[in-house]
């Protein structure tokens, strides 16, 4: 797996773009970014994930950069419901893959 | 997205007896179902790997004699803490990678089942 470094927490005005970065400059060709996030006292939610473009879903965007180093998760409008620890993942799947979470960021929206 | 559930979602239980928590996925099936444990103000853990009639594959540290698991079919999951004490006292999540998807499509997890032991 992709080693994975992200900010320990971060804050965000509601309404507001929030940007969670990412580094992940030991990623292998074959890794995919995975973005997970878990709500306090909740399992974790899948959010988005992607190999070389950028993706976008209805939860958020994934900018991956050209040399894939380093991505960024966008949750374009944050909401109060959005406050969770986002985890960032690298992998290549496979049918033996066993998913395993970093530490993550924080990310708390301020009414 | 796939559902997947857990029960109970709280738990309490003394010192010394056993605790059964179940995971099923509700609208697909899973050869693979994993279980996770973690602590206050800590990242998830994985403890084991199981799949569909075969032994589960226990991560290194985790007691196979204590933390039984069985997956019986392929909607079902269940995890055995025997002999529960105050430090098995955690959140425990379930999570399952649907059978018929892709190798790299996301693993659902359930909500969790806290559990206090006292």
């Known amino acids: 797996d992709a080693k994975t470094t992200q900010p320990p927490s971060m804050d965000c005005a509601e309404g507001r773009a929030a940007n969670l970065p990412c580094n992940h400059s030991?990623?292998?060709?074959?890794?995919?970014v995975y973005w997970y996030r878990q709500i306090h006292s909740q399992g974790p939610q899948y959010i988005i994930h992607?190999?070389?473009n950028n993706e976008t879903n209805e939860m958020a965007s994934l900018i991956i950069t050209e040399d894939r180093k380093s991505s960024t998760l966008i949750l374009p409008h944050a909401t109060l419901r959005d406050t969770a620890v986002y985890y960032c993942?690298?992998?290549?799947?496979?049918?033996?893959?066993?998913?395993?979470f970093g530490k993550g960021t924080l990310l708390t929206v301020n009414p | 997205g796939a559902v997947v559930s857990q029960h109970p979602s709280w738990v309490i239980c003394k010192s010394g007896t056993s605790v059964k928590i179940e995971c099923r996925s509700l609208d697909f099936q899973a050869t693979t179902m994993f279980w996770y444990r973690q602590f206050p103000k800590q990242s998830l853990m994985l403890m084991a790997t199981?799949?569909?009639?075969?032994?589960?594959?226990?991560e290194q540290g985790v007691e196979k004699d204590k933390f039984l698991i069985n997956h019986a079919s392929l909607t079902l999951s269940t995890l055995t803490v025997t002999s529960a004490h105050p430090e098995d006292s955690s959140f425990y999540i379930c999570?399952?990678?649907?059978?018929?998807?892709?190798?790299?499509?996301?693993?659902?997890f359930g909500p969790g089942t806290r559990l206090t032991v006292t």
């Open positions: 999570s399952a990678r649907d059978a018929l998807g892709l190798a790299l499509v996301e693993q659902y």
């Open positions: 992607g190999l070389k």
């Open positions: 199981s799949n569909e009639g075969s032994k589960a594959t226990y």
């Open positions: 993942i690298g992998h290549s799947g496979g049918s033996n893959y066993k998913l395993t």
């Open positions: 030991t990623i292998s060709g074959n890794e995919y």
